[in-house]
């Protein structure tokens, strides 16, 4: 047990996208997978901003970037949900191996 | 060991413990409670590190936004007490290999990688530090982006209604 520094949160943030990628690849549902998703984008997160302040601290970029990343992301998911219970009105399901024709 | 570092640790087994929930438990409801303790865990280190403006956003975006969302579409799509299906043994192997793997390969470049610091004048990330810089036109300003966010969520917010409206029967 050190102080924890910068690595600590890289090693944190790489364990969170990969537990996002592991998620992404075994779950076949789609909100599930939108979860995911949004594991994955926070950790970019942790990366950008432990960044900022423990190799950049007189500049604010990575606040910035994820600034924006947060609001993409949260585009994302609306539209994204928006797509799934279009889905699950023509399909009755939102399971993505039973959504295999592309028109409905 | 200083207090400090108790709750750096606290907060990241927090956030990785409710995150590996998140993607394997099969109640698909329990799955997005433990979401939002592993986004409410990234807030706690954004808190950490003294970032508040960022907290705070991560906090009302995606634990009062995203979250929300995804509850309410699961209680759509869902019926209750229904239990995900069970995954195929081999996809499950493969894909935690395959987790495993690129999980070893980031780690072992990033401890023989040794980053350089800087030495000047740390800028104070206080929300008016960042509101200057968000919309300043000038050498370090972020104007720009800013508009092109607001042009995305506008179009967004179209795309939404236009997918999720309900389409008038053929035959009527």
Redesign the interface.
Known sequence: ?M??G???????S???F??????F?????L??M???I??IL?SV??NF??F??????????G??F???V??????????A??????L??SHQS??VERAEEMKF | ??G??II??ML?AL??VS??L???TRQ?FR??IF?LF??IG?AG??FW???D??AA??IV??VG??TV??I???F???QAGDL??K?KIG??V???L???C??AL??LQ??QHT????T????E?SVA??GN??LGVGE?G?AL?FEV?SI??L???I??IV??L?SKPATA
């Open positions: 047990m102080e924890p910068l690595y600590h949160l890289l090693f944190v790489t364990a969170l990969f537990i996002g990628v592991y998620g690849f075994t779950r076949r549902n909100v599930t939108l979860m995911s949004e594991l926070n997160n942790i901003i432990a900022n302040k423990y190799l950049w601290p007189h500049k604010m970029d606040l910035f994820s600034i924006f947060i609001a993409i992301a949260a585009a994302e998911a609306a539209v949900i928006a797509i799934i219970i279009n699950y009105r939102i399971d | 060991m200083s400090s570092t750096f640790y990241a956030t990785l995150g590996l998140a993607v394997t698909i799955a997005a979401l592993s986004l990234i280190l954004f590190m003294q970032y403006f960022i956003v991560q975006v995606y936004g995203i969302l995804i309410f579409s699961i759509l799509t869902q995900l299906p995954q996809r499950q493969f894909s935690a395959a987790a495993f690129g999980f980031i780690m990033l401890y980053f350089n610091t800087t000047e004048q740390p800028v990330p530090n960042i810089q968000m370090n972020f982006p966010v995305l969520l179009a967004a917010l795309g939404c997918i999720a309900r």
